[in-house]
């Protein structure tokens, strides 16, 4: 249970110096209520120990430049982390944090070991991740003592190729725009400020890798949330973005599908597939025109299966919430006579 302390003190510093080993951290020493709270909650000290091997592991094999990057977003995030679990979005000075913000420590850890453990190799190409977080007060909530959402907490993660591959400027640039379509919170890679963000609610945006298609294609999982303040529950969502990597841009519909009436085929296709698979008891739609506008974007095409073509629906779309974000698997043979020339390409790289 040390990293925390070192980046504590790396922060302090301004220091980019590689972390220390773990007899660095004396609990003895302990001096904060955030270093006490790591010392003296058994579960934070695993999280902690978790976050250390997690960060190792994440920035292992990088080159310089990409470390620099990813020691300067852990900074900031332990500065955030020390902000998010307390009553007015600022480090605890003096005491001890309540049950309630030690329990909002480890979810903070754990989820930030979550995110660390995307930085890897996959197929050949180094990724790591981009991360921006932001804690503020929330001015309708920070008053009340009673309150479990006094804090409005922000967070976007992202996948980054490493800057000498080939394709890392393009597809980073790609990744970028495409986050900042999403989240408010890319706002501040650049000038904007903590404060322009929405302080009486959550939001969590992570953009994972998912699969490379041979080597004209990186498709990445898109999870997204949204909490309003006191309401009952929170949005969530999940689609896809398809990099083609020799086009350096996004899939688009024409890449797999062709023909003047592809889009009414596919929309029929989906509709008695929804059926097939989930049901009139369940189904919240009545016929195939309520479905079009979905089925046809390339975000909601996840293209790993085989077998058929995934088509993601997000909650409230088709069923109720408690029914969460069903999917359907349209086999590819019944959009044989729709099918593009680059489908083949775009899937499976030849």
């Known amino acids: 249970m040390f990293l925390s302390r070192i980046l504590l003190a790396a922060s302090l510093l301004a220091s980019v110096a590689p ?16 270093e006490h709270a790591i010392c003296d909650i058994p579960e934070l000290s695993a999280a902690d120990d978790r976050l250390a091997k997690s960060f190792a592991t994440a920035t292992g094999g990088l ?18 982390a020390q902000r998010a679990c307390t009553d007015d979005a600022e480090p ?22 979550g995110a660390l453990e995307q930085s890897r190799m996959i197929n050949g190409h180094r990724f790591f991740i981009k991360s921006l977080y932001a804690a503020l007060p929330d001015p309708n909530e920070v008053g009340n003592p009673d309150s479990y959402w006094k804090v409005a907490s922000h967070d976007a993660v992202l996948p980054q190729l490493e800057a000498d591959h080939p394709w890392a400027e393009a597809f980073n640039r790609y990744v970028m725009d ?18 322009d963000l929405d302080a009486t609610a959550d939001s969590s945006l992570n953009i994972a890798v998912k699969e490379l298609g041979g080597t004209s294609r990186i498709t990445m999982a898109v999870n997204s949330s ?10 969530w969502g999940i689609s896809y973005l398809h990099y083609l990597t020799a086009e350096e841009r996004g899939l688009m519909a024409s ?3 062709t023909g003047e009436n592809w889009a009414d085929t596919l929309v029929e296709a989906a509709w008695e597939q929804l059926q097939k698979e989930h049901g009139a ?14 089925v046809v974007q390339p975000t909601r095409w996840e293209l790993s299966n085989p077998y058929g073509l995934v088509v993601q629906f997000q909650p ?3 069923s109720a919430y408690a029914y969460g974000a069903p999917t359907i698997t349209i086999p590819w043979e019944k959009l044989d006579a729709i099918k593009a020339d680059t489908q083949d390409h775009v899937l499976w790289g030849y």
């Open 63 to 80: 080159n310089k430049e990409s470390v620099v990057l990813m020691r300067g977003d852990q900074r900031a995030w332990l500065d955030y």
């Open 255 to 257: 890449d797999m599908f």
């Open 178 to 195: 495409e986050a900042a379509r999403d989240t408010e919170t890319l706002s501040l890679a650049g000038a904007s400020d903590v404060a």
């Open 316 to 318: 409230y779309e088709v």
């Open 226 to 235: 949204w909490f309003g303040h006191g309401a009952a529950h929170g949005n």
């Open 19 to 34: 972390p220390a080993a773990a007899a660095s951290f004396d609990c003895a020493a302990a001096s904060t209520p955030f």
């Open 92 to 113: 605890l000075s003096r005491g001890r944090y309540p049950e309630m913000g030690g329990s909002c420590l480890v979810d903070k850890f754990n989820s930030r070991s």
């Open 281 to 294: 008891d369940w189904l919240q739609v009545g016929s195939a025109s309520e479905i079009a506008e979905i």
